[in-house]
């Protein structure tokens, strides 16, 4: 499968958003596509907020050990959220704020108009394992199976969208309105 330049445009804005907006550290989170019979997905530890074409890899929705060589940790997690719902893109971020929420709420409930709208409720998952398992992989497939986007506490969060830029907003909804209700929290209104 050959990567698209419009597909690659993509990968390379997101991952240079993300990072810009704070949601990911230079070599933290991935995301992916839905292409054909497989994904294309951010490879492990590479720059995000500067991809290269090679730092994409095309791989099938099962498993192979050979050709997911150097893929990211979390393609596990990309399969069964893939294979679980119609998600055309996968963000996986690390908002700060929401990850604070997480290590206390068991679901971040937006106040402002937008986080209610776009995002409903957000349900922090509480696996025994929070990256690259299988134990992970189901409960953020069956997650967002309901929800756009859910969070494993402590570690992160997942967004599932129509494209890219669709899962990477509904990012930026979440962070935002985790800082709103932070802001609430911390000045008694709630």
């Not at 209610?116 to 189901?138: C, F, I, W």
């Not at 497939?141 to 599932?160: N, Q, T």
């Amino acid at each position: 499968m050959e990567l698209s330049d419009a597909l690659y445009q993509a990968f390379y804005e997101v991952g240079a958003d993300l990072f810009a907006q704070g949601l990911i550290s230079a070599t933290a989170g991935n995301f992916s596509v839905r292409e054909g019979a497989g994904l294309w997905i951010t490879k492990s530890g590479v720059r995000k907020n500067r991809l290269s074409r090679e730092d994409l890899l095309y791989v099938g929705l099962e498993p192979d050990p050979e050709r997911d060589r150097g893929a990211s940790v979390e393609l596990v997690i990309h399969r069964a959220i893939y294979r679980a719902t119609d998600a055309a893109a996968i963000v996986h971020a690390h908002p700060r704020t929401a990850v604070a929420l997480s290590l206390s709420l068991n679901a971040i409930r937006p106040r402002d108009l937008e986080g209610r709208l776009v995002l409903g409720e957000v349900p922090v998952l509480d696996p025994t394992t929070k990256s690259a398992t299988e134990e992970a992989a189901r409960a953020v497939a069956e997650g967002l199976k309901r929800h756009p986007v859910v969070m494993l506490r402590g570690h992160g969060a997942f967004a599932r969208g129509r494209d890219l830029f669709a899962a990477y907003a509904r990012l930026t909804v979440l962070e935002e309105s985790a800082q709103i209700l932070l802001s609430a929290k911390l000045w008694g209104t709630l």
